[in-house]
C-alpha cells in the first residue's frame, strides 16, 4: 500500500506547491487534492492549471493520491432543490475530468445526506427519497466514469445516509459497474461500528481508504483524534486490508489541523502510518 496526505491536513491558504513540497518531506508516497468551488484547481480550473499541477508533482517527485472535494455538501445530489442536483452532477463530471487528466483512478463522491448536524441549516430529506435521488445521480455519471476510466468512490461520511456496511454494498451494486465503489474512511465508521467489519464486507469494492482515528468517549467531531490516539483497531484494519488484496493508497485526512505548529501534524501522521503499514525504519 502507498502512503498519502489529504491536502485538508494542512493549515488553511497553504498554496498546492506547498503542500506538495511539504508531503514530499515528511515522507509520503503521494498528496490527495480538492476541487473547489475557485482557487488553484477550481471549477474554471483549465488544462493549463492542470500540467503547473503535474509538473510541481514530477519535479517533487511525488504521485497524485486522490481528487476530492467538499462540493456536495454544498450542492448535495439528495437535495430538494433540482438546481443543486444538477449542479451536483456537473460538479462531478468535472472531477472524473480533472483526475482523468492528473492519472487519478478514483475520485471522492459524497452521494448526498438524509441530515447534516455539523451544517446549520441544512435541509433534512425523507431516507426513501435521498436514497431515490442518490442512485439516480449516480447512475446518470456512471457513463461518464467509465468514459473517464477513473471509479466514482462513495465516501461513507457523517451523512445519516447508507448507514452500514450491507447498505453500502447494495447501493454499490445497484449499478452493475466496476467503475462505482467505496471510498472507504476508516476513521468515519467509529463511533458506530467497527472499520475491520465494513472492509471486510465491502471487499473488492473498496476504491480507495481514508486514515483517521476517532475516540468513541470524546463523541462528536470532538472525537476525531490524531493517529493511534483513537479507539481504531489499527491491527484489524491492516488484516482486513490484507484480506481482501488491497493495494492502492491509504491516505490521511487530518481536520481539523493544529493550531499551532500545524505543519507537525503531516510529520505526525506520516510516523504514525509507518508504524501502521509496518514500513522498515519505524522508530
Keep these: 500500500m502507498k502512503k498519502g496526505i489529504n491536502i485538508w491536513s494542512f493549515k488553511e491558504g497553504t498554496s498546492i506547491g506547498e503542500c506538495i513540497q511539504l508531503a514530499k518531506k515528511a515522507g509520503f508516497d503521494g498528496i490527495e487534492l480538492s476541487l473547489n468551488e475557485t482557487g488553484e484547481l477550481g471549477l474554471q480550473a483549465t488544462d493549463k ?89 449516480i447512475g446518470e455519471l456512471v457513463p461518464f466514469a ?56 465491502l471487499g473488492h469494492r473498496i476504491k480507495k481508504v481514508h486514515f483517521k482515528d476517532y475516540r468513541r468517549q470524546a463523541g462528536g467531531l470532538h472525537g476525531f483524534v490524531d493517529l493511534l490516539a483513537g479507539d481504531v483497531d489499527y491491527p484489524a484494519v491492516m488484516k482486513a486490508l490484507e484480506s481482501i488484496g488491497y493495494d492502492n493508497y491509504v491516505t490521511a485526512e487530518m481536520i481539523p489541523p493544529y493550531a499551532h505548529h500545524s505543519e507537525q501534524i503531516i510529520f505526525n501522521s506520516s510516523g504514525a502510518m509507518d508504524a501502521i503499514l509496518g514500513r522498515a525504519g519505524t522508530k
Design 49 to 137: 492549471d492542470v500540467r503547473e499541477i503535474r509538473a510541481r508533482l514530477d519535479e517533487a517527485e511525488l504521485e497524485i493520491a486522490g481528487l476530492a472535494t467538499g462540493l456536495y455538501w454544498s450542492y448535495p445530489m439528495t437535495s430538494g432543490d433540482t438546481a443543486k442536483r444538477s449542479k451536483a452532477i456537473d460538479v462531478c463530471k468535472k472531477q472524473l475530468e480533472l483526475a482523468a487528466a492528473l492519472g487519478v483512478d478514483a475520485i471522492l463522491v459524497i452521494p448526498g445526506a438524509v441530515g447534516v448536524d455539523f451544517i446549520p441549516g441544512a435541509e433534512v430529506i425523507d431516507y426513501d427519497r435521498a436514497y431515490e435521488r442518490a442512485l439516480e445521480s
Design 146 to 201: 467509465e468514459s473517464a476510466g477513473v471509479a466514482i468512490a462513495i465516501e461513507n461520511v457523517w451523512n445519516k445516509f447508507l448507514l452500514s456496511p450491507l447498505e453500502m454494498r447494495s447501493f454499490i451494486d445497484a449499478h452493475g459497474s466496476s467503475f462505482v465503489g467505496s471510498y472507504f474512511d476508516v476513521g468515519n465508521v467509529v463511533h458506530s461500528g467497527y472499520p475491520e467489519h465494513w472492509i471486510r464486507i
